[in-house]
């Protein structure tokens, strides 16, 4: 079993890479293999924490901290990654699928950071503008958002399917041994019953009515949600819809 294990998963061909290519894997793999999965799944399932008391409680900036934290962290090792392949010799970092894959996902990680930082203002009760009005650019649902809503969902869950097949096509340019194919396999098979769970459990809640609850005047509750299999949630009976 270990000697299979061991085993690169083309045995005719040898599993010899450099330095810069093994430490590119490892960067990448965490990267896009590990951190962007993990912070997509926190801000689709818990924009509204399990223990959270809402509608009393609105705005918890839990799934906000961890998608921010392993976004950025994802990207920071992009640019590891990228140097590395960069700087490797030339037969290491040669053109192919892996290459093409790869570029593209560096293009949808520089359009999801390029986006987030035109994403335009908040506004609302907890970050109104300067005048003291509660008009943001979220709050409002203003075009600009709107653009930014679904680009960034729609880039982000591309990259996300785009970095699974750049994390296979790596593997076998390499000639990973088995044990790296399976271990991704069992990681990505669990995140893949995880998310379908929570979504069963129907904890993909509408971003805008988990940061301001389910008033159906505010503007944003009256549109559709954005996203496929989102919904909204019916506050508890005798409970108010916010402090």
């Known amino acids: 079993m270990w000697e299979w294990l061991l085993t690169p998963m083309d045995p005719t061909r040898p599993h010899e890479v450099g330095w810069h290519l093994s430490w590119h894997a490892r960067t990448m793999v965490l990267a896009w293999g590990v951190l962007v999965p993990t912070g997509i799944l926190i801000a689709r399932f818990f924009k509204i924490h399990p223990k959270q008391d809402w509608p009393r409680k609105l705005d918890s900036r839990f799934w906000w901290n961890t998608h921010r934290v392993c976004q950025y962290g994802a990207c920071l090792l992009l640019c590891v990654g990228l140097w590395l392949i960069l700087t490797a010799p030339a037969l290491t970092a040669a053109p192919g699928p892996h290459a093409f894959l790869g570029w593209t996902i560096v293009a949808l990680a520089t359009l999801q950071v390029t986006g ?100 159906p005047t505010l503007p944003g509750n009256q549109r559709t949600p954005i996203g496929f299999g989102i919904r909204r949630r019916s506050p508890p009976q005798n409970q108010p819809a916010g402090e």
């Open 116 to 215: 987030g930082l035109l994403r335009g203002t908040k506004g609302g009760p907890t970050e109104p503008a300067p005048n003291g009005s509660l008009h943001g650019d979220h709050y409002d649902m203003t075009f600009r958002r709107l653009v930014f809503e679904y680009v960034h969902k729609g880039a982000g869950y591309l990259a996300l399917v785009l970095s699974v097949l750049t994390i296979l096509s790596g593997l076998w340019q390499a000639n990973g041994p088995n044990w790296m194919w399976l271990s991704l396999s069992l990681w990505w098979l669990g995140l893949l019953c995880l998310a379908i769970w929570l979504q069963r459990r129907g904890m993909a809640i509408d971003t805008y009515q988990a940061i301001w609850g389910p008033d």
